[in-house]
């Protein structure tokens, strides 16, 4: 490289019209899944005090909620369901006429063309929280799995164009992918939440989804946040068992992670901005510590320079109705 001045790097920041054409990173809606929390048996919003513009969306009011979200220029969505009929198996999500698949339905009636993507666990549809079934006190791996196939099967049959487990129990996504080619959806990809840690980001969703745990936690299943060459492995073991994408879950706190995974991996790889992410950036854009804008395009940014192809984030449908 040639000293200064003959290499002179502002050069090409010069104008707005010259920094965008030397831009490396882009991110545009065709990169974002927006995430949407469904209760059933409720007449209107319930705001969540601790994600700022976010509500549960009562069931009744789903499709126009979802149309509404189309048209503003959404183009995936992840769902996520409230269950008042929960059990010590969470069996309501693998029903025919359970919530899961009642969401789904309803999401494709509503916007066809929309991606709709169910996350498959059980943490909202069991009566103890925990994303299985519990044997002598602690969750039982392959009693889940078998569920796990069961919840797959059946959402796909409603119209699931992404199967999203995100439990983490071993095998799943082998089990999983079984379970969608014997009952004929073959061409319905899969999309591991294969690196999730045991974060304390999770916060906020807990309350929003209502499965907060009680003098308990998940550590017996999902990652401790300190393990970076684990995570790798979780993300290289459920592409070896079939998954068609892969995913780190949170997004910021893991950027180490989510790099190594995209140098040993060509799969599409996706970064979930979660609830406590979102969280921290409205509460100080309220509190007038940061600018909100900039600083949501500069993580996205962030979370698309670190390899990810796509972005889960609550703040999608901001972003496509106000051009950030």
């Not at 991110?27 to 919003?45: G, Q, R």
């Not at 183009?75 to 929960?86: C, D, N, T, V, Y």
């Not at 698949?101 to 063309?113: G, I, L, S, T, Y």
């Not at 996350?119 to 569920?147: K, L, S, W």
Request: hydrophobic share 45%; proline share 5%.
């Amino acid at each position: 490289m040639q000293a200064f001045p003959a290499t002179r790097l502002r050069r090409l920041r010069g104008t707005e019209a010259l920094r965008g054409l030397v831009c490396e990173t882009r991110v545009t809606m065709d990169d974002l899944i927006y995430p949407i929390f469904v209760e059933e048996a409720i007449d209107a919003p319930v705001p969540i005090s601790s994600m700022p513009g976010v509500s549960r969306i009562p069931e009744r009011d789903l499709e126009r909620a979802v149309a509404a979200i189309a048209r503003d220029g959404v183009k995936a969505l992840m769902l996520f369901g409230i269950s008042h009929r929960k059990d010590d198996t969470g069996s309501d999500a693998w029903r025919e006429d359970g919530l899961v698949a009642r969401m789904v339905r309803a999401a494709k009636r509503a916007a066809p063309e929309l991606v709709v993507i169910p996350d498959i666990c059980f943490c909202e549809y069991t009566d103890h929280g925990h994303c299985g079934v519990i044997a002598h006190g602690r969750v039982d791996n392959d009693a889940t799995v078998a569920n796990l196939a069961r919840q797959a099967v059946n959402t796909a049959n409603a119209g699931a164009d992404i199967i999203a487990p995100s439990a983490m129990m071993d095998g799943q996504i082998a089990a999983i992918r079984a379970a969608l080619d014997g009952g004929g959806h073959a061409h319905t990809p899969v999309m591991a939440y294969s690196t999730k840690f045991a974060s304390a980001f999770y916060g906020p969703f807990r309350a929003a989804s209502g499965c907060d745990l009680k003098g308990s936690d998940r550590k017996t299943y999902q990652m401790d946040p300190m393990n970076g060459r684990e995570a790798i492995r979780e993300s290289m073991l459920d592409e070896a068992e079939g998954a068609d994408m892969l995913m780190v879950k949170p997004g910021l706190p893991y950027l180490d992670v989510l790099a190594r995974i995209r140098e040993r991996t060509l799969l599409p790889l996706a970064v979930y901005q979660v609830s406590g992410e979102y969280a921290m950036i409205k509460l100080a854009a309220a509190a007038g510590a940061i600018d909100e804008r900039p600083v949501v395009r500069e993580t996205l940014g962030a979370f698309k320079r670190a390899g990810a192809d796509l972005i889960l984030t609550y703040f999608a449908r901001d972003i496509a109705t106000q051009g950030w």
